[in-house]
């Protein structure tokens, strides 16, 4: 089946620089991804999303790049704060047509040092 | 003013018990999600409903009976629990279509 999987499963950065979380997908029909954050004890929480028709997309501090030729994105953070230590999580709704499902990664743990 | 709740925030049973779970939604979406997150954080969809029809059953234990009463609430029931149904359990929602989810908080399920 497809999957999408993360290379790191723990990230530690120091505060104050710039993170960046690398997620690879395999069904290269998918044309929407989404980042999530998931702080201790809580639910995923949507970060920023990206379709395929875009390489790159902004928001406050974060930035998710998407390389559809080797089926990668990458999540970036930028001036990583103590509060941005959680785990994350790369999801792709499936290609057009496709049932209405999210196939998440295996999460990475971020881990901010003072 | 919370989006997408879930009750109990933690159950602990016995095995062989029978136990549900409930969520609502007051964003006014149409279709809501049932996840399963391991102890390795790994999470997967094991049903979603649209206006309270089922369109999403993956292969999940006949146990699991999710029931949705109008299409603000989806509740999980699950019979004869196991060792194994120990998980963290995650309702989500959206405007259906492939838009972004909502997640609850989460129900800390643990069968001794």
């Known amino acids: 089946g497809e999957s999408v999987g993360l290379h790191l499963p723990t990230l530690s950065v120091q505060e104050g620089d710039n993170s960046i979380i690398n997620c690879a997908y395999s069904?290269?029909?998918?044309?929407?991804f989404i980042w999530y954050k998931q702080e201790s004890g809580k639910g995923p929480q949507f970060i920023i999303d990206?379709?395929?028709?875009?390489d790159k997309r902004q928001g406050q501090r974060v930035t998710v790049l998407l390389n559809k030729t080797v089926k990668h994105l990458s999540l970036q953070i930028a001036a990583t704060q103590p509060g941005d230590s959680a785990v994350y999580f790369c999801?792709?709704?499936?290609?057009?047509?496709?049932?209405?499902?999210?196939?998440f990664g295996s999460g990475t743990q971020l881990t901010v040092l003072p | 003013d919370t989006a997408v709740s879930q009750t109990p925030k933690y159950l602990v049973t016995q095995m062989g018990n029978d136990k549900s779970i409930k969520c609502e939604q007051n964003l006014g979406h149409d279709t809501m999600y049932w996840y399963k997150q391991d102890s390795k954080k790994f999470l997967k969809i094991m049903f979603s409903?649209?206006?309270?029809?089922?369109?999403i059953n993956e292969t999940v234990p006949n146990r699991f009976s999710p029931k949705s009463p109008d299409k603000a609430h989806l509740n999980l029931h699950i019979n004869s629990l196991e060792l194994g149904d120990s998980a963290v359990y995650f309702c989500a929602s959206n405007s259906g279509g492939r838009e972004t989810q909502y997640f609850g908080p989460g129900t800390r399920l643990l069968v001794l």
């Open positions: 069904n290269s029909a998918s044309d929407y």
């Open positions: 409903y649209n206006n309270k029809e089922l369109i």
């Open positions: 990206i379709r395929s028709n875009m």
């Open positions: 999801a792709e709704n499936g290609a057009p047509g496709s049932a209405r499902q999210l196939t």
